[in-house]
């Protein structure tokens, strides 16, 4: 009994010691054509590499990346799976992957397992309803592609939702639309943490046509 008492300390311990900062997204109206595309972009493919163009790119991204990744996540070889899903699908769904790597430092501080409050999961704290209105039930929002895809899928809709106002995009993703504190949160962690130029010019990774 002590035994258990005391793991169920630990783990609530662990809980507060790195709090999910994610609210939910709000499950809204979308007309047939939005839920159409997205259902489309959900397609599943495999991700094998980068959506960089060049190959020198792609390795500075990946070691630089890594490099800024490593205390998070200490696993190297878990690293570069995760930096090169990530590159891929947020580019592929029109997102800069260095905002993604903002947005998943504030919404799950790297944790793959993580749980908000109200439900959200993974990486990029995906709410659940989601599954049922674009994916199919066989969807694990905790599988690493999957959950970035859905992220950064959901993230574009809403950016196109708000014409294009990153802030107001962000705010619908954590739910507090019209507040300041987590689109400010994001953006920082992003420009403090992650933002990077290649050396070379030859990468535009964010003109990656969408599969």
Same mark, same amino acid.
């Given at each position: 009994?002590?035994?258990?008492?005391?793991?169920?300390?630990?783990?609530?311990? =662990?809980?507060?010691?790195?709090?999910?900062?994610?609210?939910?997204?709000?499950?809204? $109206?979308?007309?047939?054509?939005?839920? #159409?595309?997205?259902?489309?972009? +959900?397609?599943?493919?495999?991700?094998?590499?980068?959506?960089?163009?060049?190959?020198?790119?792609? #390795?500075?991204?990946?070691?630089?990346?890594?490099?800024? +990744?490593?205390?998070?996540? *200490?696993?190297?070889?878990?690293? =570069? /799976?995760? =930096?090169?899903?990530?590159?891929?699908? #947020?580019?592929? $769904? @029109?997102?800069? *992957?260095?905002?993604?790597? @903002?947005? %998943?430092?504030?919404?799950?501080? !790297?944790?793959?397992?993580?749980?908000?409050?109200?439900? $959200?999961?993974?990486?990029?704290? &995906?709410? *659940? !309803?989601?599954?049922?209105? %674009?994916?199919?039930?066989?969807?694990? +929002? !905790?599988?690493?592609?999957?959950?970035?895809?859905? @992220?950064?899928? %959901?993230?574009?809709?809403? %950016?196109?939702?708000?014409?294009?106002?990153?802030?107001?995009?962000?705010?619908?993703?954590?739910?507090?639309?019209?507040?300041? /504190?987590?689109?400010? =949160?994001?953006? @920082? $962690?992003?420009?403090?943490?992650?933002?990077? &130029?290649?050396?070379?010019?030859?990468?535009?990774?964010?003109?990656?046509?969408?599969?």
């Amino acid at each position: 009994m002590k035994r258990t008492t005391h793991i169920g300390l630990l783990l609530a311990a =662990l809980c507060l010691a790195h709090p999910v900062q994610a609210g939910g997204q709000r499950e809204e $109206a979308m007309s047939a054509n939005v839920r #159409a595309s997205l259902q489309r972009a +959900l397609a599943d493919t495999a991700v094998t590499r980068t959506a960089f163009r060049n190959r020198a790119d792609e #390795a500075a991204w990946l070691k630089e990346m890594s490099r800024r +990744l490593a205390k998070r996540m *200490p696993d190297e070889a878990e690293r =570069l /799976e995760f =930096l090169t899903t990530l590159h891929w699908e #947020a580019s592929r $769904a @029109g997102v800069d *992957p260095q905002l993604m790597l @903002g947005l %998943i430092q504030v919404e799950s501080g !790297f944790r793959k397992y993580a749980v908000s409050p109200v439900g $959200a999961r993974g990486y990029t704290q &995906v709410m *659940p !309803f989601w599954v049922k209105a %674009i994916g199919n039930p066989d969807h694990n +929002l !905790f599988h690493l592609r999957t959950n970035l895809r859905y @992220g950064a899928l %959901i993230l574009r809709h809403y %950016i196109d939702i708000e014409r294009g106002d990153l802030f107001r995009a962000l705010g619908r993703y954590n739910g507090s639309l019209g507040r300041p /504190e987590y689109p400010n =949160l994001v953006v @920082g $962690a992003w420009k403090r943490h992650w933002d990077y &130029v290649p050396s070379t010019k030859s990468a535009d990774a964010s003109a990656a046509s969408r599969s």
